[in-house]
Nanobody, 123 residues
């Protein structure tokens, strides 16, 4: 059984930074793509970023240049460094394990999810 636990969310002013963590247990994540999604109130859950083994990453256009995904395979942990935060980044952020297909922006291509961590950016 895979368990993912996100942490690091909070309240920050626009222009500030936060670093989210996603710690995994029950599976070694080094061979899997690990993604971050977010869901704002009344909106669909949307793709934010993904990190594959080997250092390949991909980002949503809305966060490119501001967010950085990274992973520490020794700690079985994935991170999301968020800089230059904007009020529209306010959402619950989730990490998830990618199933391995070619599609990575669709949330149905992920099969394990954490409980989420709230990020609130004030203007």
């Amino acid at each position: 059984q895979v368990q993912l636990v996100e942490s690091g969310g909070g309240l920050v002013q626009a222009g500030g930074s936060l670093r989210l963590s996603c710690a995994a247990s029950g599976r070694t994540l080094s061979r899997y793509g690990m993604g971050w999604f977010r869901q704002a109130p009344g909106k669909e859950r949307e793709f934010v970023a993904i990190s594959w083994s080997g250092g390949i990453t991909a980002y949503a256009d809305s966060v490119k240049g501001r967010f950085t995904i990274s992973r520490d395979n020794a700690k079985n942990t994935v991170y999301l460094q968020m800089n230059s935060l904007r009020p529209e980044d306010t959402a619950i952020y989730y990490c998830a394990v990618h199933k391995g297909g070619s599609e990575y922006r669709d949330r149905f291509e992920y099969d394990y999810w954490g409980q989420g961590t709230q990020v609130t950016v004030s203007s």
